[in-house]
């Protein structure tokens, strides 16, 4: 009677056919909920994350589990996980009663966790990690590799992985790694399958296989908790939806009775207001950056274009299209193999981000808790860390200078509206949302008047969003030359006057005014996919 | 357009072959690289000197090598978990000590249990230390190096025990075993029983893990903290081993004994092929980069050169296999990235 337990064997499973998963089905009361969360309270120091919180997954249903940074999503997650203990408020898993005060306790009870950051063991073969901590032994305690590698190659070749299982997860991609996690929560009895932003990093062709993944085990009775910033993701997998906001539950419904824009508004608690972007057409004047020709590790190029002072240049692809490296070599961080970079004419060979930054190009790194933020300094400083001193002398330069520090902090924070309670706070606990206007502040400090913009909105909820998108836009408006590199193509034809799409490491279009949609990046991104690979 | 695709094509298929040959490289270096290091140390000194080769010299070779690669390859835990123990050259010395005076009053059985004993009670309180105190291995075995450098040369009064009349104790070191010096034969046999550990019991597995993701490890519901003690407790162990066995091969003792032996074996360590990093645990290559390490050191002595040098020797094998180790991870990492495996 276990659902779970036909699980383990995903292939199995396949060649029993529907008939096993029609058992399940009947003999389980579909409006009994597997999951039951009452009154969830979670306080940290000076917060409340989660007021009372009521949640119930139901047998057979993908939930989407929705709100804005700092809504109390991942405080949520973390009390269904284990990882943190409720203040106060039940959980109940098939109607008894359950204390969660380690991660174990919540695995055994049939809740299996798939983090955004994965819990994987890079340096394990792909088999030690499915079982790590579960590992089946021979008699004298020592691990039945054997029977290991065997049942890992059965989960993988189940979800259409076709790997050896004693290759290292290190070599995997990001989509590939996503798929040892669910195998190594299909190894297990489970019942409950939460996803954290599963399809952040993943290629269209990638979220396909992932949503056949989630509807085979909905199918087999499966509740998933599914968190997601992506709306469209929502309403194309989802049966119901829950929204939090301010750490509170504002509501539950089916989705078939929601538009995006309602859910939008359940998020922010108000009408979102369409700040109209006003594009201006492309400046005629002479291109700020002129890319000829250009070559850089990862087979990237020839690549050749301009940006111009007062435009924002949309750069698209999907992942391994070349996007990044692209960034990277513009910024003198990635090494060009040929070809010539020209600044107002000026052909340069940019040696590293120091060099960059002198000759007036920023670049936001694509993932700031990796290459941004200092989590450990305050907002302040983070914000000035680079700030351009060009008519001060060496000693001076040498010296922090406080009273200039607080002025340029008090410009940047009115200008882009950052949420924090002082300078001195640190920056590791503003929300999303802020942290990334942080960055997007220091662009406005160096004083560069290229702005390199990766993923500008990346982990930001619906309301900052618009705003990072206002502000994209004020910058070329002040003479910026803008490129702004996406995998959120909505934000590329909202933001952009012109949209290069990048695929295999070549521009396979450069859409602009009424080409530039959402529907003619895509064709181009995948249009050439499988050249050069 | 068509020439154009065929050059891109031609130009990602040569990286494409460097990448695969540089990683195929380290593959096999992993398992190879240092036995091929010892073939060719090895041919050009005794080239040079043929009495390299004499069986009298060998043996005391593999000695040499057996009293390094035995702590060597309880840090071959240490170091894939992403900790290490600095104070192993301590533990050597207070245990050579201990057995020394230990041998006046009891019989060899006995004293040498005891010293092992000591060197887990060692290693027990490094790992409480670390686990229950939160101070990082490397704040909290830099403590303990200094506590039981002190302890080893107060028990001492800082004066040297010579042992006469022990010839049992002599024998462990002199003795064979089917041919094998006994020290060879501890050493494998401790080889043997950490690579079962290792490889193919649970508690390895969870080892690695901690060293690979630590926070993984934790989510995971793996005992996190029970494995890093026993880990210290093992390293304590194999250390207080050696200190037995040094003082079977030097029959004196003192408290200044194992000066900079945590260097050497994480030297060795490392040059066998486990990541400073943690996550990976080579202890073949521990056992074979603690041979390369003695065949070098004999190498100098033998071709009279200043032992002096055999400190730079260690230190720039030491820089060598960190910046061999940081270039192994670096094409990793690209081959990922680009998605060219």
């Given amino acids: 009677m276990e659902p779970g337990s036909a699980l383990p064997a995903l292939a199995d499973d396949v060649e029993l056919g529907p008939h096993q998963t029609n058992d399940i089905d009947r003999t389980s009361d579909v409006t009994e909920a597997i999951l039951v969360a009452r009154r969830i309270c979670k306080r940290f120091p000076g917060v409340l994350a989660l007021d009372e919180v009521d949640l119930e997954l139901l047998p057979s249903e993908v939930h989407a589990l929705v709100g804005e940074n700092g809504a109390g999503k991942s405080t949520l997650i973390k009390v269904l996980g284990g990882q943190h203990e409720a203040t106060s408020g039940t959980l109940q898993v098939d109607g ?17 966790v798939i983090n955004q950051e994965f819990n994987l063991i890079p340096q394990l073969s792909i088999a030690s990690n499915i079982y790590l901590g579960r590992e089946p032994r021979r008699r004298g305690g020592l ?8 049942s890992s190659v059965e989960l993988l070749t189940g979800l259409g992985l076709d790997i050896k299982p004693t290759l290292r997860v290190e070599y995997l991609s990001v989509a590939d790694k996503q798929l040892v996690e669910v195998a190594k929560a299909l190894s297990q009895d489970f019942r409950v399958m939460i996803m954290d932003e599963p399809t952040a990093a993943l290629s269209s062709a990638e979220v396909d296989r992932l949503f056949e993944i989630i509807l085979e085990l909905r199918e087999r009775g499966v509740a998933v908790l599914y968190v997601s910033h992506r709306l469209s993701e929502i309403f194309r997998i989802a049966d119901r939806v829950t929204v939090l906001r301010d750490g509170r539950r504002v509501g539950t419904k089916a989705i078939g009775d929601l538009t995006e824009r309602d859910v939008i508004t359940m998020m922010l608690g108000r009408e979102l207001e369409d700040h109209e972007v006003h594009k201006a057409a492309a400046a005629e004047s002479a291109p700020a950056l002129a890319v000829r020709d250009l070559r850089a590790m990862g087979g990237l190029g020839p690549l050749s274009f301009d940006v111009h002072y007062g435009e924002v240049l949309g750069i698209a692809g999907l992942v391994g299209s070349g996007r990044s490296e692209l960034m990277r070599t513009l910024f003198g961080i990635t090494h060009r193999k040929s070809g010539e970079i020209l600044l107002d004419g000026r052909p340069v060979v940019l040696k590293d981000a120091a060099h960059a930054l002198r000759e007036g190009i920023f670049m936001l790194p694509e993932d700031r808790k990796v290459e941004g933020m200092f989590p450990d300094l305050d907002v302040r400083e983070n914000l000035v860390i680079k700030r351009a001193r060009p008519q001060e002398s060496a000693l001076q330069q040498a010296i922090l200078d406080g009273r200039a520090e ?12 950052v949420r924090a309670h002082s300078p001195r706070q640190l920056v590791s606990t503003l929300s999303g949302g ?18 390199l913009l990766n993923e500008p909105t990346r982990g930001v909820d619906v309301g900052t969003k618009v705003e990072i998108h206002g502000l994209i836009r004020q910058l070329a408006k002040d003479g910026h030359a803008v490129v702004v590199s996406s995998s959120d193509v909505p934000e590329l034809e909202r933001v952009g006057d012109r949209c290069l799409v990048l695929s295999a490491g070549r521009i396979t279009g450069s859409l602009q005014g009424d080409d530039l949609t959402e529907d003619n990046i895509i064709a181009c991104a995948v249009a050439h996919a499988t050249l050069g690979v | 357009m068509t020439s154009a695709t065929q050059g891109l094509s031609n130009t990602t ?12 490289f380290f593959q096999l270096f992993e398992s190879l690289g240092v036995l091929v290091m010892i073939v060719l140390v090895v041919a050009l000194v005794s080239s040079a000197t043929p009495n390299f080769l004499q069986p009298n010299n060998v043996s005391s070779l593999l000695i040499t090598a057996a009293i390094i690669a035995v702590p060597a390859m309880g840090m071959t835990l240490a170091l894939a978990m992403g900790g290490l123990d600095l104070s192993i050259g301590s533990i050597q010395a207070l245990t050579a000590c201990a057995v020394a005076m230990l041998l006046g009053v009891v019989g060899i059985p006995l004293s040498i249990g005891a010293t092992l004993l000591l060197g887990a009670l060692v290693g027990l309180i490094n790992g409480l230390i670390i686990t229950r ?18 302890a080893a040369l107060l028990m001492t009064d800082g004066q040297s025990i010579l042992l006469m009349d022990q010839p049992e104790l002599a024998q462990l070191n002199s003795g064979q075993l089917l041919g094998i010096p006994i020290p060879v034969v501890i050493a494998l046999a401790i080889f043997a029983v950490l690579w079962v550990l290792l490889r193919h019991a649970p508690f390895g597995q969870h080892v690695c893990a901690i060293g690979g993701n630590e926070k993984a490890a934790l989510a995971t519901g793996l005992k996190v903290d029970r494995i890093k003690v026993i880990v210290f407790v093992i390293v304590g162990i194999t250390a207080a081993l050696s200190g037995v066995m040094l003082t079977s091969q030097l029959m004196i003792v003192d408290g200044t004994l194992g000066v900079g032996l945590e260097l050497q074996a994480i030297a060795v360590v490392v040059l066998g092929g486990t990541s400073l990093m943690g996550g990976n645990a080579n202890l073949l290559g521990t056992l074979l980069a603690a041979v390369l390490l003695a065949v070098i050191n004999s190498a100098l002595n033998i071709l009279k050169v200043d032992p002096f040098y055999q400190y730079l020797a260690l230190g720039l094998l030491l820089i060598f296999a960190l910046s061999l180790d940081t270039l192994r991870r670096a094409i990793i990492k690209r081959a990922v990235t680009e998605g060219r495996l």
Avoid: C
């Avoid at chain 1, 691990?143 to 065997?150: E, Q, S, Y």
């Avoid at chain 1, 997007?440 to 702005?451: C, D, F, Q």
């Avoid at chain 2, 298929?13 to 195929?24: G, H, I, P």
């Fill in chain 2, 133 to 150: 105190l939160g101070v990082p291995a490397f704040v909290a075995t830099l403590g303990m190096m200094s506590v039981l450098r002190g």
């Fill in chain 2, 13 to 24: 298929e040569t990286e494409n072959r460097w990448l695969s040959v540089a990683l195929r």
């Fill in chain 1, 434 to 451: 802020n942290q990334q206007k942080v960055m997007l502040g220091r662009a406005l400090v160096s004083e560069a008047r290229i702005l």
């Fill in chain 1, 96 to 112: 008894r009663e359950v204390h969660f005060d380690d991660p174990l306790r919540s695995q055994q009870a049939g809740i299996s």
């Fill in chain 1, 406 to 417: 607080q002025a340029e902090y008090l410009r940047i924070q009115e200008l882009l509206t």
């Fill in chain 1, 143 to 150: 691990i039945d590799w054997p029977m290991v590698n065997r």
